[in-house]
C-alpha cells in the first residue's frame, strides 16, 4: 500500500526527522562547544565542517614497513575541500559576534576559498589578497563564486599578508588568517577527532607546514584532549615544508619561496615561534621534500591508494616515505591531508604520469583496439 500524506508526516517520523537534522548539522562548534571560546551569545556560522575520515594506507604502511601502521586525516573532505574550514567557522562567528561587517586574508588558495564561504553565510563582506600567479583554479574558482572581493597582487603570500596586517590595522576589516587566535582554535578539532576515532593519540603526526598554524592546533588540541584524560600520551609533530620554501627548516626566511606545491609557498611563516616551541616540546622535528619526492607521493597517494590530496598536502607523505627511519618499530602515524586534490586539476593533469588517450575515432574497433584487445 502506498504510504499516505499523514503517515509520512505522523510525529514519530517527524521527530526521527529532526533527530537526524539535529545529528547532520552540526559542524566542529556543536561538537566541541566546552573546548571552544564560544557562548550563548556567538552565532554558530557552519557549514558542517569536521567530522572527516581517518583512512588506513595499506601501501603506504608497506612500504615504510617495521610493523608502522599509518592513516590519513582526509581533511580535503571539509565542506570548501581543506581543513581552513575548521578554522573559519570559529573566525567567522567570533567576527560575526563582535559585529563586524567585512573580513580580510591573504591567502595562497585555501583561505581565501574558505573565507569567502564562512563570509557569504555570514553576510559579512570577504576581501581576499592572493599572489596572483600562483593559485591553484580551483581555490580562485571557489572565491570567485562565492562572492568574494578578489584582489590579485604581482607578489608573492608573505607581501600579501603584510599588506593584509597593515590593512586590517588601519579599517574595519577583520584579519580571518591564522594570526586569528580562533582560526587556530577551530583547527585543533581535527586533534580531537583523531583521538575520538582512535581512542588513543598517534605515535607521530606528520604534516605539511606553511605558516605554521595548523601544526599549532593539532598540538593544542592533543595537549587539551590530554588533560582531560582522553587520550595518555602527545605526538611527536613531524612538520614539512617544500624544498624551495623551507624557512622553518633552515632557519632563516626565504625571500622568493618556490614550489609546486603552491599551497605552502610561503617564506616568512606568520607562526613562526608557536610552530618552533611545538616542534621542540613534541620532541618533533621539521624537515624539507623535494617537490619531485612531493608528486611521488602525491601520484602514490592517488595511483595506489585511491586519495587524491593537493599538492602540499602530498608533502606530509613524502616526509613519512623519506623520513620513515625516524619513526620507531610498530608506530602509529597519522599523515594530514589538508586539501582536496580537485582544489589543483592542474597539477594532476601535469603530473599524473598518466597517458589520456584521445582523438580516437568513435567506432567499436578504434576503441577496442586501444584497450589492446
Ligand atoms: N596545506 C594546505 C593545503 C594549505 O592550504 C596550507 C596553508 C597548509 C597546508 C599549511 O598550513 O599555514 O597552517 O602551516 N594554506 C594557507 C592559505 C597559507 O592561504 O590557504 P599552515
Not at 561587517?101 to 583561505?111: D, E, L, Q, R, Y
Not at 587566535?181 to 588513543?200: C, H, N, T, W
Not at 620532541?283 to 619526492?293: A, H, K, L, M, Y
Not at 601520484?299 to 590530496?309: M, N, P, S, T
Request: hydrophobic residues 40%.
Amino acid at each position: 500500500m502506498k504510504p499516505q500524506i499523514h503517515d509520512i508526516a505522523s510525529p514519530i517520523n517527524a521527530s526521527r526527522l529532526e533527530l537526524k537534522t539535529a545529528v547532520a548539522s552540526r559542524g566542529i562548534i556543536e561538537t566541541y562547544t566546552p573546548y571552544l571560546p564560544v557562548s550563548a551569545a556567538t552565532p554558530i556560522i557552519t557549514l558542517n565542517e569536521g567530522n572527516t575520515p581517518l583512512i588506513s594506507l595499506p601501501y603506504v604502511s608497506a612500504l615504510v614497513g617495521r610493523g608502522i601502521k599509518v592513516f590519513i586525516k582526509y581533511d580535503g573532505l571539509n565542506p570548501t575541500g581543506s581543513f581552513k574550514d575548521r578554522g573559519m567557522t570559529m573566525a567567522i562567528s567570533k567576527a560575526k559576534e563582535d559585529g563586524a561587517k567585512a573580513v580580510i586574508c591573504a591567502s595562497t588558495g585555501n583561505t581565501s576559498a574558505s573565507a569567502a564561504a564562512y563570509a557569504t553565510r555570514a553576510g559579512l563582506k570577504a576581501f581576499v589578497i592572493i599572489p596572483e600567479a600562483k593559485v591553484a583554479m580551483g581555490k580562485l574558482a571557489q572565491a570567485l563564486l562565492y562572492g568574494a572581493e578578489v584582489i590579485g597582487i604581482e607578489g608573492n603570500f608573505d607581501e600579501a599578508l603584510s599588506i593584509v596586517r597593515q590593512l586590517g590595522e588601519r579599517y574595519p576589516v577583520t584579519i580571518v588568517n591564522s594570526v586569528n587566535p580562533y582560526r587556530l582554535q577551530g583547527q585543533k578539532s581535527a586533534a580531537f577527532e583523531i583521538v575520538d576515532a582512535m581512542g588513543e593519540a598517534p605515535d607521530y603526526i606528520f604534516i605539511p607546514v606553511g605558516n605554521g598554524g595548523n601544526i599549532t592546533a593539532y598540538w593544542m588540541g592533543f595537549c587539551e584532549y590530554r588533560e582531560e584524560e582522553k587520550c595518555t600520551k602527545l605526538p611527536k609533530m613531524m612538520g614539512f615544508q617544500a624544498a624551495g620554501s623551507a624557512p622553518l627548516v633552515i632557519n632563516q626566511p626565504v625571500l622568493n619561496p618556490e614550489t609546486i606545491a603552491t599551497a605552502i609557498r610561503i617564506g616568512r611563516p606568520a607562526n613562526w615561534q608557536k610552530a618552533t616551541r611545538v616542534r621542540d616540546a613534541s620532541g618533533g622535528e621539521f624537515n624539507s621534500v623535494t617537490d619531485e619526492e612531493i608528486l611521488n607521493a602525491y601520484r602514490i597517494l592517488a595511483g595506489k591508494e585511491g586519495i587524491f590530496c593537493e599538492p602540499a598536502s602530498a608533502a606530509s607523505v613524502a616526509g613519512l616515505i623519506k623520513h620513515a627511519d625516524k619513526i620507531s618499530d610498530d608506530a602509529v602515524v597519522v599523515c594530514v591531508l589538508t586539501g582536496n586534490g580537485l582544489k589543483d586539476s592542474d597539477a594532476a593533469i601535469t603530473y599524473s604520469g598518466n597517458e589520456f588517450k584521445k582523438g580516437i575515432k568513435p567506432s567499436y574497433d578504434a576503441v577496442a583496439h586501444v584497450m589492446g584487445f
